[in-house]
């Protein structure tokens, strides 16, 4: 097997199990929006780190934390519908970053791996972020799983018997932040949600528990990861795209196979 098809399956599993837990959470919260804005904001981190010429991960999660924190600020001040704040910091955001880009004359950038990814360029350094960022999160999940699931069913009944919401909202969103950081490669800016949305939302429909959606959504993850690449390999398709395309087919295939039985 060519070293780049070893790379980039181990980064698309790595982030397909790592997106599983936290796809699952958005989908029970609603947050696809909320998902959207934060990867925009990871465009603005590319931006800096090229302008500012420090290391692009880095670069990103750091801008992703603080958009994250500065989401869940303005949302609890309550001053602004959050669809309409979504929609501003998300667009604000991308153009933000574009136009710093404009200012890195000295550095030649390819957006389009930024904005579509380039999984197939993948190497051991963007490996180590991905499950290095990936142990970090599954981690803190773990350990906060419970409550956070007890949010996700009903906020106010979860403060009522103590847990503490606000600060398991902001938790959750700094890892959906750390999350997209590390999965920029794989699938770029603007397809970074939908490899935690598609998934979770198709193993909704297969599984009981919350703890079976979750493996199930990891299972359809890596299946996509395989199909996509196998996709990009014959078909001289983009290898991002073709991941989230052959996780679009999967939901189609499990609502047909549902309607028929």
């Known amino acids: 097997m060519p070293d780049l098809i070893l790379y980039a399956l181990l980064a698309g599993y790595g982030v397909a199990v790592l997106a599983a837990p936290l796809g699952c959470f958005v989908v029970w919260r609603r947050m696809a929006y ?7 904001s990871a465009l603005l981190g590319v931006s800096l780190g090229l302008l500012l010429k ?8 750091l801008s992703s934390m603080m958009v ?75 350990w906060l799983w419970k409550p956070l699931l007890s949010m996700s069913v009903h906020a106010e009944l ?4 103590g847990v503490p919401v606000r600060k398991l909202r902001m938790t959750l969103t700094l890892l959906m932040a750390l999350v997209i950081a590390v999965a920029m490669k794989i699938v770029g800016v603007l397809l970074i949600t939908s490899l935690m949305i598609i998934p979770a939302a198709t193993a909704q429909r297969l599984a009981r528990t919350p703890e079976q959606m979750v493996g199930f959504s990891a299972l359809l993850g890596i299946f996509s990861v395989s199909g996509g690449l196998a996709a990009s390999w014959y078909f001289d398709t983009p290898a991002g795209p073709s991941v989230v395309v052959s996780s679009f087919v999967l939901f189609l295939v499990t609502e047909l196979v549902r309607k028929k039985s």
């Open 158 to 161: 979860a403060q009522v018997e």
């Open 54 to 61: 420090v290391n692009i991960n880095l670069a990103v999660i």
């Open 68 to 142: 994250a924190v500065l989401l869940v600020t303005l949302q609890e001040k309550q001053r602004i519908a959050s669809d309409t704040l979504l929609g501003i910091l998300a667009h604000s955001a991308l153009s933000i970053g574009l136009v710093i880009v404009s200012f890195a004359d000295n550095v030649r950038v390819d957006m389009m791996s930024y904005l579509f990814g380039d999984l197939l360029a993948t190497g051991p350094s963007d490996l180590y972020w991905i499950y290095g960022g990936g142990a970090l999160v599954l981690a803190t999940l773990a």
């Open 34 to 40: 909320f998902g959207d804005t934060l990867s925009h």
